[in-house]
């Protein structure tokens, strides 16, 4: 909310994270309001209501998700295959060391408010969409549409892929990442069935 105090609103937040990262993605917002010291109704009041907390974490954390994957996949240009593992391998590592709070965004949130799911959905569906531009940019698939189609299919694709694996910690992240590159590099050099 405007004219609140910023280190106040950042102290809050980092109170949400401590709770969320220890008691995980049922932490309850009497949780976050006694690690801050605070009452639940202040609270609210710093963010309008649960769901204006929500989607400040959300702006905190993805925003840093989406920087990250950024510079890992602008990391060496020529070589795509390595981008690719570049960028996944960034993603994995962030969720699984962030698993909690991952699943707090993603899914607590998300699945109990609209304005909360709406803003992730933007967010990976900008990602996609960023992602396409870049792939039809650099001529690697020179058909804007289908540049398009794949941007959103990778991006879904490494997002279903981190959940099941977050499910499955017995299977190697290297298993993993080089399975989502083997995917992505043959659908970029695949010719377009006509």
Do not use: C
Request: charged share 25%; net charge negative.
């Amino acid at each position: 909310m405007s004219g609140r105090d910023p280190d106040r609103r950042r102290a809050l937040l980092d109170a949400a994270d401590r709770v969320i990262r220890r008691e995980g993605p049922e932490a309850s917002m009497a949780s976050i309001a006694a690690e801050a010291g605070i009452t639940k109704p202040i609270l609210y009041r710093h963010f309008g209501d649960k769901s204006g907390l929500y989607q400040a974490l959300a702006n905190r954390h993805v925003g840093t998700v989406v920087s990250l994957l950024r510079s890992e996949f602008d990391r060496d240009r020529a070589d795509l295959r390595g981008r690719a593992r570049s960028a996944i391998t960034a993603y994995l590592e962030m969720i699984a060391a962030n698993l909690n709070l991952y699943r707090f965004l993603f899914h607590r949130a998300g699945a109990e408010d609209s304005r909360t799911h709406s803003q992730m959905t933007a967010i990976v569906r900008s990602l996609g969409e960023e992602l396409g531009v870049v792939i039809a940019t650099e001529s690697a698939v020179p058909d804007p549409v289908r540049a398009q189609v794949l941007g959103h299919a990778f991006v879904g694709m490494v997002q279903a892929t981190g959940d099941w694996w977050l499910e499955h910690p017995e299977v190697d992240r290297a298993e993993v990442v080089e399975g989502l590159v083997g995917v992505i590099v043959a659908a970029m050099s695949a010719e377009v069935p006509r």
